[in-house]
């Protein structure tokens, strides 16, 4: 049957269905006309489905002969910035043999329990959990930063811009084979109205990747993560979607002086955060649950990204407790409790997931996951520093000796702990006063009984191993004397004799007195805390703890709504982009990982420089000054770099550090395990 035939009759059962609509309208009660309007809006949603996969395939048929296909070149000319990943490719293979079949189901647990699963929640959990369910345009090659790999798109191109002859746009070809996970009528309420068209098979497009960068860069959405995100996706000039398979980004180009004069460039971090990309379904959220849109007129290409009413249902929307999601798992539930995954057998790479199926538990604290771990619930723990000497008597005991073996894996940890001074409130404005709370705090001390040695000490914003970390820069010692001299100088003095110090501001009297925030489900974090707060009496100053879960420390973040705060931060794969954390474009807007407020000219013009500098020495030595001016200025007490003990049971296997293991992966640089291609032996 011809498609124009086809496409005839599906327009007359839709009109049929109309017309019996407003037929039975008027015989109806309200509740039969509810159901008789939803049954019409699944025809017509299963109508547009399958107009939409006709179309697709008729496209496919024609594409040699399409006049828009027509007109571009054809990409094999240009190089793929992608590699095989000869990990997954070969060696993985190899390791698992021809018989393997996934089996087990992989049990983890996580401190907190998230507010919702909404696709730009900031809570790193839920963001782990999204890269289970949720590829990207493409991967880092096992084991390498900066190394890029096929995933949801099969290349990517550097094209020159015909307008611009220095400078070049991404071309990115997307899989054809991947689809989004249905909705299932089981996450909602039994009384929830969820339309047909939810229900059904939706392809992934590149409709869906444009809708994701117009949802970031709506100005109207207040989500953590967006305004994060923001900065970075902010200097793309233009977003094109060229079919369903293929979309182009476009960077603005800038002048920056070079040897000739200067040349146009883009970002350094350009291709990596085009590559870094991830999908977002419009066919949910771009509809209210019965299948009506949000925006009834959305023939504006760039609606999305300046419209304030689909801004606010977004933050608010319906579906914001499920993971919807394309990749090697399947969202499968939340509760109380937990969240849950199962494998997906149709995903192109079954390599990707090598167990049926993962189980996230939500629990109130490291303790409890320790408990749970010795217990046999969980297969991995990682061993908080107080928790050490619990190991070495457990691994003694009887009830050890009846179960499973436990191996362990040690690494330096991707992150720091630090206490962020907000320097919007008096006390934290003067860098004297800021370094002074440094010196008065024995960092060595807090590594050696707090954390049992499980610590480094750290002196920046960058990873301790990474070139881009001084080492030449020496941490500040622990000396209370000088604090207290910095302090003087800096105008606090004890003007009434009761022991905390004070200061004239605005003409009254300020005592030295604030608040410090941290995470109050954590041992550890609990015990340093109360250490801080002692060293800094000692010194005049009086530090209450205020000790909150997860949501509220991070609400408290991202209000700026702190004097001070005791957290840590996970770091970002290498090519380091301070950015979002350091830049002044952040300091005063809410939700901004510039939390403190934090303002250098220098630094900004740094973390500018670094944007369009190419040549890795350039790069490096730039990335020493920034540490130099960070070190300076104090605007975070640094504290430590953790080390982490990873504990796991005797069937799981392939557990390693990547960067330890060159006979497998050669050229590998990720010092932390890789844990995307575990299987379980039970």
Same mark, same amino acid.
Not at 289 to 316: C, E, H, M, T
């Given at each position: ?27 109806? #009660? ?40 027509? #007109? ?135 409709? /869906? ?160 996951? @320790?408990? /749970? ?47 962020? @001074? ?69 105008? @606090?003095?004890?003007?009434?004799? /009761? ?44 530090? =209450? ?58 630094? /900004? ?54 960067? =330890? ?22």
């Amino acid at each position: 049957m011809k498609l124009s035939n086809i496409l005839k009759c599906l327009g007359c059962v839709i009109a049929f269905g109309w017309a019996a609509m407003l037929y039975w309208s008027s015989v109806l #009660q309200e509740q039969d006309l509810k159901l008789l309007r939803r049954e019409i809006q699944d025809l017509h949603a299963e109508t547009a489905s399958l107009q939409h996969k006709i179309s697709r395939d008729m496209q496919a048929i024609q594409r040699p002969l399409s006049e828009k296909t027509s #007109q571009i070149p054809d990409h094999s000319d240009y190089p793929n910035l992608l590699e095989e990943d000869t990990y997954q490719t070969t060696q993985l293979p190899r390791l698992l043999g021809e018989s393997f079949r996934p089996q087990g189901i992989l049990k983890k647990a996580i401190v907190g329990t998230p507010d919702n699963l909404h696709p730009f929640n900031n809570f790193k959990d839920v963001h782990d959990m999204y890269n289970l369910c949720l590829p990207a345009v493409s991967n880092f090659k096992t084991g390498c930063f900066e190394t890029l790999s096929p995933s949801l798109a099969v290349k990517i191109e550097a094209r020159p811009c015909s307008d611009l002859p220095h400078a070049h746009e991404y071309w990115v070809f997307l899989r054809d084979d991947i689809f989004w996970t249905p909705l299932q009528r089981s996450h909602f309420p039994s009384t929830f109205e969820l339309a047909q068209q939810f229900l059904t098979k939706q392809p992934v497009t590149a409709h /869906d990747f444009k809708f994701y960068y117009d949802a970031v860069m709506n100005p109207y959405l207040h989500e953590p993560k967006a305004v994060s995100l923001r900065n970075y996706l902010g200097d793309i000039e233009s977003f094109t979607v060229i079919n369903d398979t293929t979309f182009v980004v476009r960077w603005k180009t800038h002048q920056v002086p070079s040897e000739k004069g200067s040349d146009q460039k883009v970002k350094y971090t350009a291709l990596g955060i085009t590559a870094g990309l991830q999908p977002l379904p419009r066919f949910v959220y771009q509809y209210f649950a019965d299948g009506q849109k949000i925006i009834d007129d959305d023939a504006d290409p760039d609606i999305y990204r300046k419209n304030s009413v689909w801004a606010q249902n977004f933050s608010l929307h319906w579906a914001k407790n499920v993971i919807v999601g394309c990749g090697p798992y399947l969202f499968e539930g939340m509760t109380d409790e937990g969240v849950s995954f199962k494998r997906n057998p149709h995903y192109f790479d079954p390599n990707s997931a090598l167990v049926e199926g993962v189980k996230i538990s939500f629990k109130e604290s490291l303790d409890a996951i @320790w408990q /749970d771990f010795k217990a046999g619930k969980v297969d991995l723990c990682i061993l908080s520093p107080n928790q050490l000497g619990e190991l070495e008597t457990f691994l003694k005991s009887a009830e050890y000796r009846s179960q499973k073996e436990i191996k362990s894996l040690d690494y330096v940890d991707l992150s720091f702990f630090y206490i962020g @001074w907000n320097q919007a409130k008096p006390f934290f404005k003067d860098e004297r006063v800021r370094k002074a709370m440094t010196l008065a705090i024995d960092r060595n001390r807090i590594i050696e009984q707090n954390l049992n040695r499980m610590g480094v000490a750290t002196t920046g914003p960058c990873f301790v191993s990474s070139p881009s970390y001084d080492q030449t820069i020496s941490p500040y010692p622990y000396r209370p004397e000088e604090a207290r001299q910095l302090l003087e100088e800096a105008g @606090w003095v004890d003007l009434d004799g /009761d022991g905390i110090r004070d200061k004239i501001v605005n003409g009254q009297k300020v005592a030295f007195r604030f608040k410090m925030y941290y995470f109050v489900k954590n041992l550890t974090s609990k015990v340093i805390a109360e250490y801080i707060t002692t060293s800094l009496r000692t010194i005049g100053i009086h530090c =209450e703890l205020v000790g909150l879960d997860i949501a509220d420390l991070s609400r408290q973040f991202n209000d700026k709504n702190f004097d001070a705060i005791f957290m840590g931060w996970k770091l970002g794969s290498p090519p380091e982009d301070f950015r979002q954390i350091w830049h002044s474009s952040g300091a005063l807007e809410k939700g901004s990982s510039n939390a403190i407020g934090f303002e250098n000219v220098q630094v /900004d013009s740094i973390i500018d420089e670094l944007d369009y500098e190419y040549h890795k020495p350039n790069r490096i030595a730039l990335y020493h000054q920034f540490h130099h001016i960070i070190h300076e200025e104090s605007p975070y007490t640094f504290l430590y770099t953790p080390k982490v003990r990873l504990l796991y049971r005797e069937y799981v296997h392939n557990l390693f550090v990547p960067k =330890e293991h060159q006979e497998i992966i050669p050229g590998a640089d990720m010092t932390e395990p890789h844990l995307h291609s575990i299987w379980l032996s039970k």
